[in-house]
């Protein structure tokens, strides 16, 4: 997977970014599940959550892993147009310590093809440019982390 150039984010869709944001935050476990049902793969990563995904999504930890993740989100989204420096030292930081677990840019890249498609299925499909410029943003800084560059 190739690293994404750094995207020129508009107002318009960074204003689209945070509204749907504001609509699907409280779906974190939603999301994981819907990510790792799909790439069942990567489930295994998750050590905590034992062996049965079906089992893992109606437990606390899998909760806890879910509101890491919507925590982590919040942080980039809410500094998109305002605070670039903050939003790339949280990718950063991310991007490091997802390389010293093994995590692949073809790992992210799945991420994005579940989120992409769950998007769609929640209703947001109207926006997908804007969260594709997100993503895209978000991945040429954790892209250049796993590589060993941050930026």
Do not use: C
Request: proline share 3%; hydrophobic share 45%.
């Amino acid at each position: 997977v190739a690293t994404p150039a750094m995207p020129s984010m508009t107002d318009a869709q960074v204003a689209a970014v945070k509204g749907d944001w504001e609509k699907i935050k409280g779906s974190g476990v939603e999301i994981l599940y819907f990510f790792l049902n799909k790439f069942p793969g990567n489930f295994p990563m998750f050590k905590k959550l034992g062996n049965d995904l079906a089992a893992a999504k109606g437990t606390a930890e899998f909760k806890d892993q879910a509101d890491k993740i919507i925590a982590f989100l919040q942080g980039v989204i809410e500094k998109l147009g305002s605070d670039m420096g903050g939003a790339k030292a949280l990718l950063n930081q991310l991007g490091t310590s997802h390389k010293a677990m093994g995590i692949t840019k073809d790992q992210f890249d799945q991420f994005r093809q579940a989120l992409t498609e769950l998007l769609g299925n929640l209703g947001f499909g109207g926006n997908i440019g804007a969260w594709n410029a997100t993503v895209d943003l978000m991945f040429h800084v954790i892209f250049n982390a796993l590589d060993g560059t941050p930026v």
